[in-house]
């Protein structure tokens, strides 16, 4: 029988493969009010969870490609 998680080990694993707002803001190298706006016109895609937003690894992946191809 495995060991029962305690609420925050659970929470640590959603949070795991997702990225808080001041984190997308250091990998983007812009302010976090620039994240919120990209966040707002759903350029960049995220989710909620435990009340906090989150944009998930592979939504910030999906951003970087869209900007490299139109910066090409």
Do not use: N, T, W
């Not at 029988?1 to 997702?18: N, T």
């Not at 001041?22 to 994240?35: D, M």
């Not at 690894?57 to 951003?63: D, G, K, N, Q, V």
């Amino acid at each position: 029988m495995s060991p029962m998680k305690s609420p925050a080990a659970e929470r640590r694993d959603e949070l795991g493969d997702s990225l808080s707002l001041a984190a997308v803001a250091r990998e983007l190298r812009v302010p976090a009010k620039e994240v919120r706006h990209l966040l707002a016109e759903r350029r960049l895609d995220f989710v909620q969870i435990c009340g906090q937003l989150r944009v998930p690894r592979a939504a910030l992946a999906r951003y970087r490609d869209q900007q490299a191809l139109v910066g090409e």
